[in-house]
């Protein structure tokens, strides 16, 4: 019941920034997490990064740690992935999701966004 709607992808050139958006509506579950997965043209869907409704748990994937940050606005239903130091390696569909927190390191979630293209040129 829950959709999720991501913006703010696009062609950024390489050591740029970008900052991601995902909106949630209808039906949400504070009690779920908040999450950025990304794919790559032939390669499998990837954790980005990870955060609880509260701020308590945050977590990235080490490929992103020291780049990436993740935030929200709960006001909004809206959660937020600002991307620095970008590189090529990066370029991919970004995908927002929503499931329990133990589970959100996983591609089996709640319910997905439909992505949107990151593109870093070199």
């Known amino acids: 019941q829950v959709q999720l709607v991501e913006s703010g992808g696009g062609l950024v050139q390489a050591g740029g920034s970008l900052r991601l958006s995902c909106a949630a509506s209808?039906?949400?579950?504070?009690?779920?997490?908040m999450a950025w997965f990304r794919q790559a043209p032939g390669k499998e869907r990837e954790f980005v990064s990870a955060?609880?409704?509260?701020?308590?748990?945050?977590a990235y994937a080490d490929s992103v740690k020291g780049r990436f940050t993740i935030a929200r606005d709960n006001a909004k239903s809206t959660v937020y992935l600002q991307m620095n130091s970008l590189t090529p390696e990066d370029t991919a569909v970004y995908y927002c999701?929503?499931?329990?927190?133990?589970?959100?390191?996983?591609?089996?979630?709640?319910?997905w966004g439909q992505g949107t293209q990151v593109t870093v040129s070199s």
């Open positions: 955060i609880t409704w509260s701020g308590a748990n945050i």
């Open positions: 209808g039906r949400t579950f504070r009690s779920y997490a």
């Open positions: 999701a929503t499931g329990p927190w133990a589970g959100i390191r996983t591609t089996w979630q709640a319910a």
